[in-house]
């Protein structure tokens, strides 16, 4: 067999294997899997901000929270846009 029929008939095994995966549903594994993807994307900008709110209040006199509250509804805005993102990525 040539090299060029090896190439063909590997290309056409690819192909079956790729559209038979497009039709199994997802295991429970990979759901998961998504799932936390999707959790750590909108998470993780919050805690993000919520630190950096908390030590950018700490440097300013008095008690204050403005800066972690700015900051962790910024965060869950950027979280949002990322599960967005994402969700119209994988569609």
């Known amino acids: ?17 790729l559209e ?6 997802a295991s429970w594994v990979g759901m998961l899997f998504y799932g936390g993807t999707l959790g750590l994307l909108f998470v993780v900008p919050i805690v993000a901000g919520a ?6 209040d700490t440097l300013a006199t008095g008690y204050s929270v403005r ?11 950027v979280g949002a846009y990322n599960v967005f993102r994402f969700l119209q990525e994988k569609s």
């Open 1 to 17: 067999m040539s090299f060029r029929n090896k190439l063909i008939e590997h290309t056409r095994r690819d192909l079956r294997r």
């Open 51 to 56: 630190y950096l709110g908390r030590w950018l």
């Open 67 to 77: 800066w972690t509250v700015s900051l962790i509804v910024l965060g869950i805005g």
């Open 20 to 25: 038979d995966k497009t039709r199994r549903p």
